[in-house]
């Protein structure tokens, strides 16, 4: 499976941006991730495909938004309110054959990445 993502950008605080992951076919379990200068890689969210079952780390929750669009395999990461904190280069993730439940921040956990585009938040 192949992952592109798209759709980084810079903006300033409270602003919006909207992350894209073309995928070249179906996947059970999404997510995000993001990794900030000099910090870990940490998950953002995931979301089960089928049922769209949909997971946040706590940090993001009320302002990030998982979705996806199973015709076209394409994943997205609405990002409303957005703060500094939030600057990262932000990967796409995906394991084809198991759901979300469980594991989904941990990053050994997924088998595909994409190679991350950057949000930077002034």
């Known amino acids: 499976v192949q992952l592109v993502e798209s759709g980084g950008g810079s903006v300033q605080a409270g602003g919006s941006l909207r992350l894209s992951c073309a995928a070249s076919?179906?996947?059970?379990?999404m997510g995000w991730f993001r990794q900030g200068t000099g910090k870990e890689r940490e998950a953002v969210a995931a979301i089960y495909t089928r049922g769209g079952t949909s997971y946040y780390a706590d940090s993001v929750k009320g302002r990030l938004i998982i979705s996806r669009d199973n015709d076209k395999n394409t994943l997205f990461l609405q990002m409303n309110s957005l703060k500094p904190e939030d600057t990262a280069l932000y990967y796409c993730?995906?394991?084809?054959?198991?759901?979300?439940?469980?594991?989904?921040?941990?990053?050994?956990?997924?088998?595909?990445w994409g190679r991350g585009t950057q949000v930077t938040v002034s």
């Open positions: 993730a995906a394991r084809p054959n198991r759901d979300c439940f469980g594991s989904w921040q941990t990053s050994g956990a997924f088998d595909y």
């Open positions: 076919g179906y996947t059970r379990c």
